[in-house]
């Protein structure tokens, strides 16, 4: 699927980026191979379904202008912690005959029988790995199959993960991605609720015994003074 995304050059910088905010336009920047730093706005709407087609390992052509089309990842973007808007992207271009890393998500498909029929929990290590490969070859995810957890001995691992040709993991073969833990026994689980009610009480100690050398230190000052 090809991914196209219109921007326009920016000139406002700093506080005055508020008002393109305002009127539902994202600042960002591009930067990279065949481009200087340039300063953009992209639509929000625009670019949030871009995003969630393309991931950020998924090439996007992006039209600035009248300039030639650039071939980018979205790199980065910032997000306002209290209104939940995209505030700020960075697109990085790339160089379409060399290859490049990128970080691909990982997407967990099928079920585990040891967690179905087992009544284990199933426990992921990472979200994403880390690729080498001509930009022409990124893919959105890559697929990991739970269904091959079928005990709690089974193992995922970075050597089991299916990648198209031309795509390189950077990662340890051995690398664990995901496992599932037996259920814990009734006994564990009182054990483990008696540790976690010690290590309560032991900060509640521990606060209680700073609160009054606290108090020691301001009685003494006041004596002083």
């Known amino acids: 699927m090809s991914h196209t995304l219109v921007a326009e050059a920016r000139a406002q910088k700093g506080r005055k980026t508020n008002y393109l905010r305002a009127e539902g336009k994202v600042p960002a920047i591009v930067y990279g191979s065949g481009t200087q730093p340039t300063p953009i706005t992209v639509d929000r709407n625009a670019f949030l379904k871009i ?4 991931g950020e390992s998924s090439l996007v052509e992006l039209k600035v202008g009248e300039d030639k089309a650039l071939h980018v990842l979205i790199q980065d973007y910032q997000i306002d912690p209290v209104y939940d808007h995209v505030t700020h992207v960075d697109f990085r271009s790339v160089d379409m005959t060399k290859e490049i890393e990128a970080d691909v998500d990982l997407n967990f498909i099928g079920e585990s029988m040891a967690v179905k029929g087992l009544g284990g929990t199933l426990v992921t290590s990472r979200e994403d790995v880390t690729v080498r490969c001509l930009p022409s070859k ?3 995810s890559i697929s990991v199959d ?12 970075v050597s089991d993960l299916l990648v198209p040709e031309g795509v390189m993991l950077l990662e340890e073969p ?3 991605i ?8 009734e006994a564990e689980l009182a054990a483990l609720e008696g540790a ?3 290590n309560v009480q032991a900060v509640e100690v521990e606060g209680a015994k700073k609160d009054e050398e606290g108090a020691e230190d301001e009685k003494n000052e006041k004596k002083s003074a």
């Open 51 to 54: 995003y969630k087609e393309a």
């Open 178 to 185: 995901a496992i599932v833990e037996p259920p814990r026994s």
């Open 196 to 198: 976690v009610e010690e």
């Open 146 to 157: 739970l269904s091959k957890l079928a005990t709690f001995e089974d193992v995922i691992r």
């Open 174 to 176: 051995d690398a664990s």
């Open 138 to 140: 990124l893919v959105r």
